[in-house]
């Protein structure tokens, strides 16, 4: 089994920023890619940011140039560094982690930003 912590969410006004971490832990042999979603209320789970063990990296086109993702190999952790966060940015920020083939969730941090 893995788990994944995350970490680094809350309030923020427009303009601002925040940093979330996930840190990865449990029978973990490698990882293969880890990235982050998000869910807003009332819509689906999207795609924010995503990044192979090889640091190739995927955004949204609503992120691009606002948010960086990277990642410590040696300490299994991700991280999402979001900056001029909007309030449409509010909603559930989830981690995944795909290890041995098998998709592995966080259990989510509330990001919100205040016009």
């Known amino acids: 089994q893995v788990q994944l912590v995350e970490s680094g969410g809350g309030l923020v006004q427009a303009g601002g920023s925040l940093r979330l971490s996930c840190a990865a832990s449990?029978?973990?042999?490698?990882?293969?890619?880890m990235g982050w979603y998000r869910q807003a209320p009332g819509k689906q789970r999207e795609l924010v940011a995503s990044?192979?063990?090889?640091?190739?990296?995927n955004y949204a086109d609503s992120v691009k140039g606002r948010f960086t993702i990277s990642r410590d190999n040696a300490k299994n952790t991700v991280y999402l560094q979001m900056n001029s966060l909007k309030p449409e940015d509010t909603a559930v920020y989830y981690c995944?982690?795909?290890?041995?083939?098998?998709?592995?969730w966080g259990q989510g941090t509330q990001v919100t930003v205040s016009s």
């Open positions: 995944r982690a795909v290890v041995a083939a098998r998709i592995y």
């Open positions: 449990g029978s973990i042999f490698s990882i293969n890619a």
């Open positions: 990044i192979t063990s090889g640091g190739s990296t």
